[in-house]
């Protein structure tokens, strides 16, 4: 096959243009710096879920305490007449009257609490602080201390066969607050407790047995719905403090944001650490039961 002169030269032209190209493109590449392929970065881990009750269960504390900055305050009222004794004319004791509580609480820094609380049964004020320790995953604890001073004034003659310095008004508490979340959604909680004397029941003087008191009460909080839980408590009977059986109070619970509304109910009246601790007093029937509410109001302040 012959090639005439006028056909080489586009010939020349189009391979020279194609080396030239790839040369071109080689050296583009070549300069280019290579591109390592990033690793994704790590998802940040889930919240931990939050537990079905708030700072205090229904009169126990939890292993929770507020984030720094929040005042806390919770009103309690505990009806004096027993359901079994109540009517519609008495509004199945809502027509009675109550123990009525306020206490107040502010967490000044990261893991502490505290505050005061003030019962109207035998004029009552509990002083306390929490702190809450450092645990990861389901188990949570805290400790508690503090001291109840009873203001009540019909309670200065001593029993017979006493003098006044046979019994103090005033004692100091210890708890140990140990819970574990099952499941995103219930909590079992226990509260060693240590109390070195009891207020005393209604016009009644303390007893020497009401001195250095030891019991471990429990409690267990269910979340039923995203804004519902269901709470109730156990407190062993103690013969020692004269009591007339196993106490225990139970509540639904409402929650919004920074408002949480209970509803009791249960043989258990008292909100004191001093006064609860001897579960059911000699003056109640342990077959007896009361209605009540718990209201706490939360403030962000810093």
Not at 65 to 70: A, D, L
Not at 89 to 118: K, N, Q, T
Request: charged share 15%; aromatic share 10%; glycine share 6%.
């Amino acid at each position: 096959m012959r090639v005439t002169k006028t056909g080489i030269g586009p010939i020349v032209l189009l391979t020279a243009t194609v080396v030239f190209g790839c040369a071109a493109l080689t050296a583009q590449q070549a300069a280019q710096p290579q591109q390592t392929p990033q690793a994704p970065e790590p998802a940040e881990p889930a919240p931990p879920p939050k537990p079905p009750e708030g700072s205090v269960i229904i009169n126990l504390p939890s292993a929770d305490v507020p984030r720094e900055g929040t005042l806390s305050l919770l009103f309690t009222h505990r009806f004096s007449q027993a359901l079994q004794d109540s009517d519609i004319h008495s509004l199945f004791s809502f027509d009675s009257g109550a123990d009525i509580g306020i206490g107040l609480w502010y967490a000044p820094i990261h893991g502490l609490d505290v505050g005061f609380y003030r019962s109207s049964n035998l004029d009552v004020y509990e002083f306390s602080a929490k702190y809450q320790l450092p645990f990861q995953g389901p188990f949570h604890a805290a400790v508690r201390a503090g001291a109840d001073l009873r203001t009540e004034k019909n309670l200065d003659q001593p029993a017979p066969g006493q003098t006044s310095s046979d019994y103090s008004r005033n004692g100091f508490f210890a708890q140990a607050v140990v819970s574990y979340m099952l499941a995103d959604r219930a909590r079992f909680t226990l509260v060693p407790t240590y109390v070195s004397e009891t207020s005393g029941q209604p016009f009644s003087t303390p007893k020497q047995s009401y001195k250095d008191l030891f019991s471990i009460p429990a409690a267990v909080s269910i979340r039923v719905l995203r804004s519902v839980n269901v709470q109730g408590e156990v407190y062993p009977r103690l013969g020692r403090a004269d009591s007339q059986g196993v106490g225990w109070i139970c509540a639904i619970e409402k929650t919004v944001p920074n408002h949480r509304f209970a509803f009791t109910v249960g043989n258990v009246r008292t909100t004191t650490v001093d006064q609860y601790i001897s579960s059911v007093p000699f003056s109640v029937n342990a077959h007896d039961f009361y209605i009540g509410f718990n209201l706490v109001r939360q403030w962000k302040l810093k």
